[in-house]
Structures are given as structure tokens and as C-alpha cells.
């Protein structure tokens, strides 16, 4: 298992380009099963979890090709099977993203039961309970949920018991086929969820009410391929912003989006960061100062996300004052904490939240990744500790941070892979 050594001091100083979203790659990919013809998928990020979806498409039948410039054209019409095989799945649960699309154009579809993983439990019932508004029946059989509706979907009006961005997702793929008019309520408002209304729209599909909570959707006979550019990855863009401001640094981004970060770049100016936006670039400097301590609470969509938290959690850790970091969205996402107490953080945890009092200098240690932007926090603990720090297991790093240790590099950090 790869691993990363970092040696900690420097301040992050230089400017990197933001990948493609990892976070609508994958739907935008399990998307293209409801086309008649070929979509051609630009800006897709290199990362495991995107090769991952590409490899479960490959083996649906769907013929895929790289072209020079790594966009991605995908072919479904030549898709043979309907099954989401358990090894795929076990190795990223948003596999579960093809099971509306292949239901709605079909009529079938065969994925294996995401398990729970270590940030919570992670059900997906209203997937599930939403397709059967939709008039699909389900089995949950040897581990497999099966999913039939030979005479198609229909138009439903369904309310979602929470805000969930897979389930809207889910749904919203599947009814742009359906006979008649759907509608989704408490739908997931994230960036991502419009992005895939967007590319949606753009292969024929009739969608109202894109980015509010209420999705319409008029069900139509066929969607069209088309060629579609995934949006900026709002996560990394506010992961590379904190490792700036936790090392007091200056750091410039480009190619991203500070419309869709609002609750993140608050939280950083109260931070004491100086943030400034121009087009697509996104610019922040700490002046070399040592940030300031901010309390946190996460929650859907446009409040602070959940897939921030770990990080922010980390520059808490070195920043001046107390803060109280609490998570909503999933039960286990505090873990990471544990690892920081290693490297001399001072963190306590009640319940869901983590009391953090700032300490000046976090200490090199090894430590372990436990999931996605756990990681990506013991990497900016690591940059701001004396000494070294070895990350272990970083294949969760791997699965949504593209070139991670280029663009450190590029920012002036001493930090390198070592193979396992
Ligand atoms: C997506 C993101 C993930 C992010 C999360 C929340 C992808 C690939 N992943 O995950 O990075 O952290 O949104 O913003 O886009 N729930 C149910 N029943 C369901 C579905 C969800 O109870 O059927 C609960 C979950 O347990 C969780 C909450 O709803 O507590 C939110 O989960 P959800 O929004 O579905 O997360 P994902 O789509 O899996």
C-alpha cells in the first residue's frame, strides 16, 4: 500500500489548476446509459473512483474511449448486461448511481447492495422506495437488489425523508424516462445534483426547477448523446484553499468556481484568510498569520458541507482560540480526530462534535488514512507539523484528489510517495 511522507514547515505558496468534480463525473458517467447514441464526457478527473465507474460501464458492454485531450466518449448503445457486480461496487458505492438510469431505459437492473463503509451506515432506502413510487418492483436477493419494470417507469410525486444527493440523483436520471411528470421533493440542492440536471437537459431531457428543492421532471421518449464538460470540483478547490490557510500561505487557483463555495469561503474570511475572486481563479493569503479558530456546524446544501469538515477540523487544530466542529450528515465522520490527538492536536469529541483547542504546532507522526477527506486533513496536519509525517493507506486519497502530490509539490511542499 502507497504511502506519503511529508515533511512539515514550509508555507504553501503558488498557484495549481483545479481539476474536473469527481462528485458529478460519476453520476454524469452513470448518465450516459439513458442516451440513444454516444456522449462525449470532457474535463473528467483522473482518479480511482472515476476508473471505477469506467470500468463498471466496460463491463455493463458499454464501449468507452479515451480520446488524446482525456475526454471521455461513452457508447451505451452496445451495453449487454444489466448487472453491478459486488466487486465493483465494494470498491465505490456510488456504483448504486447506475441503478435508476439502467431501470428506466431497460427495464432492469441488477446492482449489488452498497454495504455500510467507515464514515456511517449509509442506507439506501429512498433510492429504493422512490423507484417503487415509480412503479419498479425490487428483491433484495443474495445480496443483489433487483429491479424490474418491464412496462416501464411512471410519473410519481415523491418527498424525500432527507436530503440525500445519490437518492436525488437516482431519481431524477431515472424519471427523465418515465411516463409522465415526477416530482421530486426535498431534493438534494448541491452543485453537483445541477450539474447532472445539466447534462440531462442538455441530452433532451424536460427539468424545472433545477438547484431548488423541487424537481419536475415531464418524462420524454428518448434522450440524445451529446458532448458535455463536467463542472469545477468545489471539495478540492476548498481542500487546497485550507492547506493555505492552515500553513498561513498564499495560494491561487484556477480554473474553478467561488459561486458554488459561498459557506466554505465565509468560513475562511472569518478565518482571518484575504480571499479574492477573478473569473474562474480564486486567490487567498494568510499574510503568513496563523489562522483563527471557527466554529462549524454541517448540513445539505448551500450550509457547510460535510465533505469540508475533516479538513477545516485539521486547521482548527493550529489556528488561535476553541472551536466546535459538528457533523450532521453522517454518523462516523469525526474519526480522523483520533489520528490528529496523535500528532498533538488537542481535540475532545462529544457526541457529534469535536471541541478543539488550537495548538501552535502540530508534531510528524505516522498516521493512517481512514476514508476520502479524512486523508486529505492528515495531509494538511502533516504540512503544518515539525517534522515528518508518514500517511498510510492514502488509496482513499487517491480516489478524489488528482495528482495530489504534483500539485503539493507545486506548492512548495516537501512531500513524496513511497510504494507499499
Ligand atoms: C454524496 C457524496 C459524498 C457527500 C455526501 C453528502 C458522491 C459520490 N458522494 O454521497 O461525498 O459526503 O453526498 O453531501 O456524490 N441516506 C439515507 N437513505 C438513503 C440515502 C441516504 O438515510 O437512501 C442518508 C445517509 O445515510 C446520510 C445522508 O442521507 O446520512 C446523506 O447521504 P447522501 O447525500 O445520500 O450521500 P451520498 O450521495 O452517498
Known amino acids: 500500500m502507497d504511502k506519503l511522507i511529508i515533511q512539515g514547515g514550509p508555507k504553501i505558496c503558488g498557484e495549481i489548476r483545479i481539476s474536473g468534480s469527481k462528485n458529478s463525473g460519476l453520476p454524469i458517467l452513470a448518465a450516459t446509459l439513458l442516451a440513444n447514441g454516444p456522449m462525449n464526457i470532457c474535463n473528467l478527473p483522473h482518479l480511482n473512483d472515476i476508473t471505477t465507474m469506467l470500468a463498471l460501464l466496460r463491463c455493463m458492454g458499454v464501449g468507452i474511449t479515451i480520446n488524446e485531450n482525456m475526454a471521455v466518449e461513452v457508447d451505451p448503445t452496445t451495453l449487454t448486461d444489466h448487472e453491478a457486480p459486488y466487486e465493483l461496487v465494494k470498491t465505490m458505492r456510488a456504483s448504486i448511481l447506475v441503478l435508476g438510469p439502467t431501470l428506466a431505459k431497460f427495464g432492469k437492473a441488477d446492482v449489488s447492495f452498497p454495504g455500510g463503509c467507515a464514515i456511517g451506515s449509509r ?161 487567498l493569503e494568510m499574510h503568513g498569520k496563523r489562522p483563527k479558530a471557527v466554529n462549524l456546524r454541517t448540513a445539505p446544501y448551500p450550509a457547510f458541507p460535510t465533505d469540508m469538515q475533516a479538513q477545516f477540523t485539521a486547521m482548527n487544530a493550529v489556528a488561535i482560540g476553541t472551536s466546535a466542529v459538528t457533523e450532521t450528515i453522517f454518523e462516523n465522520r469525526l474519526i480522523q480526530v483520533h489520528e490528529l490527538n496523535r500528532m498533538g492536536a488537542n481535540i475532545t469529541l462529544e457526541g457529534n462534535t469535536a471541541l478543539i483547542t488550537g495548538v501552535e504546532r502540530l508534531t510528524g507522526a505516522p498516521v493512517m488514512a481512514t476514508d476520502l477527506r479524512a486523508s486529505a486533513s492528515l495531509v494538511i496536519a502533516a504540512m503544518t507539523a515539525e517534522g515528518e509525517t508518514l500517511v498510510d493507506r492514502i488509496y482513499h486519497i487517491d480516489r478524489g484528489y488528482e495528482c495530489i502530490e504534483e500539485k503539493l509539490q507545486q506548492l512548495g511542499v516537501n512531500i513524496r510517495r513511497v510504494p507499499g
Do not use: Q, W
Open 123 to 283: 442506507p439506501v432506502d429512498i433510492h429504493l422506495r422512490g423507484l417503487e413510487a415509480m412503479g419498479a418492483e425490487i428483491e433484495v436477493d443474495g445480496g443483489y437488489i433487483r429491479a424490474r419494470a418491464p412496462n416501464g417507469l411512471k410519473g410519481t410525486h415523491f418527498v424525500m425523508d432527507v436530503v440525500t444527493v445519490g437518492g436525488t440523483e437516482n431519481l431524477l436520471m431515472a424519471a427523465t424516462l418515465a411516463e409522465g411528470t415526477t416530482i421530486l421533493e426535498n431534493a438534494a440542492r448541491e452543485p453537483e445534483v445541477v450539474d447532472l440536471a445539466e447534462c440531462l437537459v442538455a441530452m433532451g431531457a424536460k427539468i424545472t426547477g433545477i438547484g431548488s428543492n423541487r424537481l419536475e421532471i415531464e418524462g420524454v421518449k428518448a434522450l440524445n448523446g451529446c458532448t458535455y464538460t463536467v463542472m469545477p470540483d468545489r471539495i478540492e478547490t476548498g481542500t487546497y484553499l485550507v492547506a493555505a490557510a492552515a500553513t498561513g500561505g498564499s495560494i491561487k487557483l484556477r480554473d474553478t468556481r467561488a459561486d458554488i463555495l459561498t459557506a466554505v469561503i465565509h468560513k475562511l474570511e472569518e478565518a482571518g484568510a484575504e480571499i479574492s475572486v477573478e473569473g474562474d481563479t480564486i486567490s
